[in-house]
Nanobody, 123 residues
Framework: QVQLVESGGRLVQTGDSLRLSCVVS????????MAWFRQAPGKERESVAH????????DYADSVRGRFIISRDAAKKTVYLQMNSLEPEDTAVYYC????????????????WGQGTQVTVSS
């Protein structure tokens, strides 16, 4: 059974930095695409960042490009989201997700999901 556990969310101030982590268990291989999504109150879940199975390709939402960095440590089966210059608009529950099939470059809605971690940015 594939499980994802996020951590690192907390209350921060505008302009602060924060790093989220997501550990994947239940897989013998780490050759799967990983991604971060977020959902703010009253809004739909949106894609934030994706990283390919081999870590060589990344993609970001326009709203976070240049501020957020997604990375992965295959040996630790962990994906990170470094968030810099945080804004109140970044307040949301952040979810980690991984593709169901190997060798992917992005993660769709048909994925395995974590339980989410709350990030709150105060103005």
């Amino acid at each position: 059974q594939v499980q994802l556990v996020e951590s690192g969310g907390r209350l921060v101030q505008t302009g602060d930095s924060l790093r989220l982590s997501c550990v994947v268990s239940g897989r013998t291989s780490s050759a799967y695409a990983m991604a971060w999504f977020r959902q703010a109150p009253g809004k739909e879940r949106e894609s934030v960042a994706h990283i390919s199975w081999n870590g060589l390709s990344t993609d970001y939402a326009d709203s976070v490009r240049g501020r957020f960095i997604i990375s992965r440590d295959a040996a630790k089966k962990t994906v990170y989201l470094q968030m810099n210059s945080l804004e109140p608009e970044d307040t949301a529950v952040y979810y980690c997700a991984t593709g169901r099939g190997p060798y992917g470059y992005s993660v769709g809605v048909d994925a395995y999901w974590g339980q989410g971690t709350q990030v709150t940015v105060s103005s």
